[in-house]
Nanobody, 127 residues
Framework: QVQLVESGGGLVQAGESLRLSCAASGRTFSSYAMGWFRQAPGKEREFVAAISRSGGSTDYADSVKGRFTISRDNAKNTVYLQMNSLKPEDTAVYYC????????????????????WGQGTQVTVSS
């Protein structure tokens, strides 16, 4: 089992940047593919970014492609989401998630594929 704790959220103006971190407990972090999702008020949880166990494969939602970057440091049991050029429509609670994966190169984009979730961190972008 793994526990996930997100940090780094906050209130920023449009065009600014934030870096979210997600720290995982346990010694098997490299066994999990990781993902970031977000949920705005009144909306469904949506995929943002995903990364494979090795970090060599990544994927992004079209709405964040070119602005957000997902990365991981398996030695620090941490996955990151660098968010640049933030827009008001990026306002949401951001969640990190872990997916048990046999493949080192596969990433996952559907919430139902993930086994563990963090508690979320609020990101608010003002115009």
């Amino acid at each position: 089992q793994v526990q996930l704790v997100e940090s780094g959220g906050g209130l920023v103006q449009a065009g600014e940047s934030l870096r979210l971190s997600c720290a995982a407990s346990g010694r098997t972090f490299s066994s999990y593919a990781m993902g970031w999702f977000r949920q705005a008020p009144g909306k469904e949880r949506e995929f943002v970014a995903a990364i494979s166990r090795s970090g060599g494969s990544t994927d992004y939602a079209d709405s964040v492609k070119g602005r957000f970057t997902i990365s991981r440091d398996n030695a620090k049991n941490t996955v990151y989401l660098q968010m640049n050029s933030l827009k008001p429509e990026d306002t949401a609670v951001y969640y990190c998630a872990a997916c048990t994966s046999l493949s080192t190169r596969t990433y996952y984009t559907r919430p139902g594929q993930y086994d563990y979730w963090g508690q979320g961190t609020q990101v608010t972008v003002s115009s």
